[in-house]
């Protein structure tokens, strides 16, 4: 059994759920809602407010959709009930982020700011000029918008500067040395 297939899912309070024909689960909560088509292999079932899946068989690929569903399903719950959220902090001499509105401006060290519109379920906070909090109830969406705003300008290894995850180290390397 997949250990991660084999653990139920437990259904918060305000969150509804519905598994309709195809495996199409779709999640209510007071973040938002999030709907997503599985593999119709699986077995999706509510039992006792807990969300079991099930695999037909022991091939690998039932083994490893088994996990992938579960994970998946999972994640749609945390995402309407509590949410998900990205760090990002900013370094160097002059680099800074700003709020118009709701786009994200970024100024780093270009001839011109860079400017991002986040997409729809997705919110921007800004604590400090130097962090960036970006928030939202999809995680695939959280990570890949924080993806996107850290590849704006990468952390270098020579002095650290740049856009980095809050957490992340910089493997840094040495400068050139005087002969």
Same mark, same amino acid.
């Given at each position: 059994?997949?250990?991660?297939?084999?653990?139920?899912?437990?259904?918060?309070?305000?969150?509804?759920?519905?598994?309709?024909?195809g495996n199409t689960v779709t999640v209510k909560g007071p973040k938002g809602a999030l709907t997503q #088509?599985?593999?119709?292999?699986?077995?999706?079932?509510?039992?006792?407010? %807990?969300?079991?899946?099930k695999r037909p068989s022991d091939l690998k690929r039932h083994k490893a959709f088994h996990g992938l569903t579960r994970s998946l399903i999972n994640n749609m719950v945390i995402g309407v009930s509590e949410g998900f959220k990205k760090e990002l902090e900013i370094n160097g001499v002059g680099y800074r982020a700003q &709020? %118009?509105? #709701?786009? &994200?401006?970024?100024? &780093?060290?270009?001839?011109?700011?860079?400017?991002?519109?986040?997409?729809?379920?997705?919110?921007?906070? &800004?604590p400090t000029q130097t962090k960036i909090i970006v928030s939202g109830y999809d995680k695939q969406a959280v990570g890949e918008f924080a993806a996107t705003i850290r590849s704006k300008k990468k952390p270098e290894p020579y002095l650290g500067k740049g856009i980095k995850y809050a957490g992340e180290r910089i493997r840094r390397k040495e400068g050139k040395t005087g002969a």
């Open positions: 059994m997949s250990r991660i297939g084999k653990m139920p899912i437990e259904i918060p309070k305000g969150v509804d759920i519905k598994i309709e024909d #088509k599985f593999s119709t292999d699986m077995t999706i079932k509510i039992e006792d407010g %807990q969300i079991v899946i &709020l %118009q509105g #709701k786009t &994200l401006v970024l100024s &780093l060290g270009y001839s011109h700011p860079v400017e991002m519109i986040p997409p729809e379920g997705i919110t921007i906070e &800004l």
